[in-house]
Every structure is written in C-alpha cells, then in structure tokens.
Antibody, heavy 119, light 107 residues
C-alpha cells in the first residue's frame, strides 16, 4: 500500500524559504489520476489545502499562497517537494503531504511534520 | 472559496451513543464531500467519500448522508476508538476546503 513521508527542517527563520520533501513508497507516482498534494494545519486549527503537483510536473496552487509557492516532482526518486518563500510566523503549522484521488479526496496522508517559523 | 461550516464544534458523548455531526457548504457541492477522522498527533484518515461511500476498512457504524449544501456524519454505537476530531472536505470546486472540525469527547 502507498505510504508517504515528509522530511525537511523543523525550524525556519522569518523571511526565508520553507522547503519540504515528500517521499512516496509502495507505488509508482506515474499512475494517472493521482495528484500529489500538500496540506497544512495551524496549531490547534483546521486544515488548509496548499496545492498539488501531477507526475507530469503540472501544478495548481491555492490562490491564497500562489505568489510564494513552488512545487516540483521527481518521479525517479518518488519524491515531490514544496517551497514556500518569505515565510512569517503565520506559516507555522504541521505540513502534510497526501495523495489526492482524481482531484477529489485525500488518501493516504503522510504523518505530518511541524515547521516553526521563528528567529 | 466554498466555506464549510461544521456543527457542533465539540460534542460530548458516551460509549454506545449515536452521534451526528453536520457540515454545511456555502454553496451547492452536489455529493462531492469527504469525511476524515483525526486523532491527536496523527494525520487525518479518510472515512467517507462522495458523501456516503464508506472507505474500505472503515467500520459500518460510520455513515454519511446529504447532498447540495447539508451533510451529516453519523456514528452509531460510539466506541472508545471513535473519540477524535472529525473534518468534512468539499471537492466540488477548487481550492478544496475543509470544515473547522468537530471534536467528539468523552462525557
């Protein structure tokens, strides 16, 4: 079965770039119909979809974050990545990667990684 | 963006109770709705999609219903493992959005 695992720094300074990678195991990323997404959860709060990337490299971002976001994919390594520029304390959250089924629901999810923005 | 509003925010119940959580969309989403369960320190886990289709392996005491703008998640005969936070998510229109969550706690 497919499993996802996030990795990256847990602490980022304000104004810098948050970079995370999600490694996929148990299946190829090239299966059509799956979109590889990032979702975040602010401490004690709800869930916010950040964006997705397809295995072809096409991507779609939440308009609220679009100006600061870049996603990439490396199917040979079974990895996809997130870069969020010019971070502030408001970007402190648990970041999840997840597989989105045909632009519908998210299943499965990675375990999540807490990223704190602080000097 | 489509706003998803869940009620109640917190629900106190006992083992064996039947509980119902409501999710309302700010505009019609047909049946393009999913429900997730999240336990502390864990990722959300898919329970239901297309408003009423149970994900493989999810106990049959979970059920979903609704269409348009109003949806419900019902848990029959609440079990100790069911005390968690539940989220709805619409996938009718991007950006995909979630409700704020309903915490089911032990009475």
């Amino acid at each position: 079965q497919v499993q996802l695992q996030e990795s990256g720094p847990g602490l980022v300074k304000p104004s810098q770039t948050l970079s995370l990678t999600c490694t996929v195991s148990g299946d190829s990323m090239n299966s059509g119909g799956y979109y590889w997404s990032w979702i975040r959860q602010h401490p004690g709060k709800g869930l916010e979809w950040i964006g997705y990337i397809y295995f072809s490299g096409s991507s779609y971002y939440n308009p609220s974050l679009k100006s600061r976001l870049t996603m990439s994919v490396d199917t040979s390594k079974r990895q996809f990545s997130l870069k969020l520029r010019s971070v502030t304390a408001a970007d402190t959250a648990v970041y999840y990667c997840a597989r989105q089924v045909s632009k519908t629901y998210f299943d499965p999810w990675g375990q999540g990684t807490l990223v704190t923005v602080s000097s | 963006d489509i706003q998803m509003t869940q009620s109640p925010s917190t629900l106190s119940a006992s083992v064996g109770d039947t509980v119902t959580i409501t999710c309302r969309a700010s505009q019609t989403i047909n049946t393009w709705l999913a429900w997730y369960q999240q336990k502390p320190g864990k990722a959300p886990n898919l329970l239901i999609y297309k408003a009423s289709t149970l994900e493989n392996g999810v106990p049959s005491r979970f059920s979903g219903s609704g269409s348009g703008t109003e949806f419900t998640l019902t848990i029959s005969s609440l079990q100790p493992d069911d005390f968690a936070t539940y989220y709805c998510q619409q996938y009718n229109t991007s950006p995909w959005t979630f409700g704020q969550g309903t915490k089911v706690e032990i009475k």
